[in-house]
Nanobody, 125 residues
Framework: QVQLVESGGGLVQAGGSLRLSCTAS????????IAWFRQAPGKEEREFIA?????????SNADSTKGRFTISKDNAKNTVYLQMNNLRPEDTAVYYC?????????????????WGQGTQVTVSS
């Protein structure tokens, strides 16, 4: 089992920045990838934002946030970060981290076995 805990969400004005953290505990396999998703209000699907391999430095970003959001990690702390800059009202969502079940950085929510509880990000105009 793997436990994931997100933090760092909050209310920010458009153009502002936030850094989300996701700390993992339990049986963390270096062969997995870990990713950030978000679920906007009223939407059923979770949207892939960015992913990174637990081992190495391979990353992947969705086109919708490329250039504004950056994923990084600290293996010693079992923590993955999502730096979000130039936030827009349409970035308002619950942000989740997920891991397990995939070696490659998958963009589909169903590819991941373990999820955090989510952290709310609200961007005001």
């Amino acid at each position: 089992q793997v436990q994931l805990v997100e933090s760092g969400g909050g209310l920010v004005q458009a153009g502002g920045s936030l850094r989300l953290s996701c700390t993992a505990s339990g049986r963390i396999f270096n062969t997995y990838s870990i990713a950030w998703f978000r679920q906007a209000p009223g939407k059923e699907e979770r949207e892939f934002i960015a992913g990174i391999r637990w081992s190495g430095s391979t990353t992947s970003n969705a086109d919708s946030t490329k250039g504004r959001f950056t994923i990084s990690k600290d293996n010693a702390k079992n923590t993955v970060y999502l730096q979000m800059n130039n936030l827009r009202p349409e970035d308002t969502a619950v942000y989740y981290c997920a891991t397990g079940g995939t070696y490659f950085i998958g963009t589909g929510a169903s590819q991941y076995d373990y999820w955090g509880q989510g952290t709310q990000v609200t961007v005001s105009s």
